[in-house]
């Protein structure tokens, strides 16, 4: 009983082969095996007995590492048959999926094998007479594929020329053959010549569009033959009829010979007086006979060296030929060099293009920048106003003051007797208070209150500035403030008497967005994190402790110093 042969149809497509096992990386109807072939054949070793790879190879990264693939697949003496495009054509150089070369040298390069039964006629090249070139890269070649069998498919203005002129124009020239077909022998065990000699002759398998192919090119060749044949046969009747006619015309020219036979019997008496002559015009024409030889002998001499000349300028004209056609390979990759750069050019004036409007776009931003810093200026100008202004008010509250002060001063020594807390707070508390002018004057003086008078969405001409009222513990202290979307903190100047807690929520669209107590040791700045907090909210103050003394600064809108309406006071801040 014989083993059934495992054959394998690599990159079969939607059309496999009946009778293979097809492997491709689609799920096509009829694939066997899904598997990208980029990443091996998915089949156990010495397991095939022939593979066939039609216009598939090509198109995988790494060509040595499939061969490798398939010679570990392969069983000893298995038939490897690929189809592929032949490399020097314009069409397939142009393609950009197809990533292996083809020609009659490729598979050179996978044997050490000198011996080939493929004629040295198909693969010469100079410097390179032997068949394997397998040790070209200085490693140890780990497989041998013998190739038994190369056939290569010409255009159709090709294909009837006879079998040494198509080879010189394939090795010569660009678009001559589209197409190669190989049959590789596996060797993985010594094998003898004769043996791969007879394997060759064995019949080998092929595609069925390849055999039409051939079909074709047989009948196209068949066609060629009958044509000539057709031609030559009606040349040959064209001849036949000439003979019949120059046959009865010669039948016509006898009857009048007959008939002049006479006249010439009649001519002969006079012809034999004129031999006479004639052998005398004969001895002269030997003589011209001889001189003519000379003459001849003279013509074919120089006819000799004519076609001597003729083959060294056919020599030459192959010569410049094979010139022509190196320059013309040289032409091609000079322009595909030459639309790079063209590709290059563009790329660069679009990058221009691109770098004049940012400049465009950075000077508009740069007038805009100047418009802006203009604008600041001025209102910095407005801002120093309202501050000297503002220095002003609090030169005339420092006069109220000081008379707070002489009327404290009239009664410290009651104030000296008050011993419980509550008294000692109050105290406190006035004397506080007597501390304002001086307070503000400083911080007006401060680069911040500018910033805060600018930022602020108020007409601030018609406020002035003063620290609040005692921020209680039994009720909120409450302000009105505008938080920009871009603002990253919120800040506010904390007047603070002793060491104290502070309550403070921000309540924004009727929701709570922010709780915390600080703990104050001195006067300073407080700054509260609103990066996820905008537009119209409140802050709101409380004090944990009855004996806790804190104040804000504020903008006020009203005449007396000592009254506090809440609906005109905004809360300073930047």
């Known amino acids: 009983m014989t083993n059934k042969l495992v054959k394998v149809e690599l990159g079969c497509g939607k059309t496999k082969t009946p009778g293979f096992i097809g492997i491709d990386r689609f799920p096509f109807d009829g694939v066997d095996i899904v598997a990208d072939l980029n990443e091996g054949i998915p089949l156990e070793d010495d397991s095939v007995d022939l593979i066939y790879a039609s216009h598939s190879l090509e198109h995988l990264n790494d060509l040595v590492f499939i061969m490798k693939e398939i010679y570990r697949v392969c069983k000893h003496k298995a038939i490897v048959c690929i189809v592929a495009p032949y490399y020097n054509t314009y069409l397939n150089v142009s393609n950009p999926y197809h990533k292996q070369v083809f020609n009659e040298h490729t598979f050179r390069f996978f044997t050490n094998s000198d011996f080939s039964v493929i004629s040295e006629e198909e693969y010469y ?237 950075i000077k508009y931003e740069k007038e805009v920048y100047y418009n802006e810093k203009t604008r600041f200026l001025q209102k910095l100008e407005e801002n120093k106003k309202i501050i000297d202004n503002l220095m002003i008010e609090n030169e005339r509250s420092r006069l109220q003051l000081n008379n707070i002060l002489y009327t404290l001063k009239r009664w410290g020594r009651h104030f000296r007797n008050i011993t419980n807390t509550r008294g000692y707070i109050i105290l406190q508390k006035l004397k506080r208070i007597l501390e304002y002018n001086d307070i503000i004057k400083d911080i007006a003086d401060k680069e911040f209150i500018t910033s805060v008078i600018l930022k602020s969405k108020l007409d601030l001409s018609t406020y002035k500035m003063k620290f609040s009222d005692f921020i209680p513990n039994d009720r909120y202290f409450e302000y009105e403030v505008f938080i920009d979307e871009k603002a990253e903190v919120l800040k506010f100047y904390i007047l603070n008497f002793v060491q104290s807690r502070l309550f403070v929520e921000i309540v924004n669209n009727d929701r709570i967005v922010y709780q915390n107590i600080l703990q104050l040791d001195n006067d300073g700045v407080v700054s509260i994190n609103v990066q996820n907090i905008s537009g119209d909210s409140f802050i709101r103050f409380k004090t944990l402790n009855e004996e806790d003394i804190i104040c804000v600064l504020e903008w006020y809108k009203r005449k007396s110093l000592l009254k506090f309406f809440k609906e005109d006071i905004k809360l300073v801040y930047y």
């Not at 594929?145 to 002129?165: G, K, S, T, V």
């Not at 049959?183 to 002759?201: F, G």
């Open 125 to 361: 090249f100079p410097n390179s007479n032997f068949w394997g070139l397998g040790n070209s890269d200085n490693s140890k070649l780990e497989m041998d594929f013998r190739c038994i069998n190369m056939e290569f498919f010409y255009f159709p203005e090709y294909e009837l020329l006879d079998e040494d002129e198509k080879r010189r124009l394939r090795q010569t020239k660009a678009n001559v053959c589209d197409q190669i077909m190989y049959h590789l022998l596996v060797v993985k065990k010594p094998i003898s010549d004769e043996e791969v000699i007879k394997i060759s002759n064995s019949p080998l398998f092929e595609p069925d569009y390849i055999t039409r192919r051939k079909i074709r090119t047989t009948i196209r060749k068949l066609e060629r033959d009958k044509k000539l044949l057709e031609e030559a046969l009606n040349k040959r009747t064209n001849e036949c009829n000439k003979l019949y006619d120059e046959k009865v015309k010669l039948e016509k020219e006898l009857v009048a010979i007959t008939s002049e036979k006479e006249k010439i019997k009649q001519a002969k008496y006079k012809m034999h007086e004129e031999l006479e002559k004639l052998k005398n015009e004969k001895e002269k024409l030997k003589e011209e006979r001889i001189q003519l030889k000379v003459f001849l002998s003279a013509e074919k001499d120089i006819r000799r060296n004519l076609e001597r000349e003729k083959v060294e300028l056919q020599q030459e004209l192959v010569k410049k030929e094979r010139k022509n056609d190196i320059l013309r390979e040289q032409n091609m990759k000079l322009e595909r060099e030459l639309q790079m750069i063209k590709n290059e050019k563009k790329w660069l004036e679009e990058e221009k293009i691109r770098l004049e409007k940012e400049l465009d776009i």
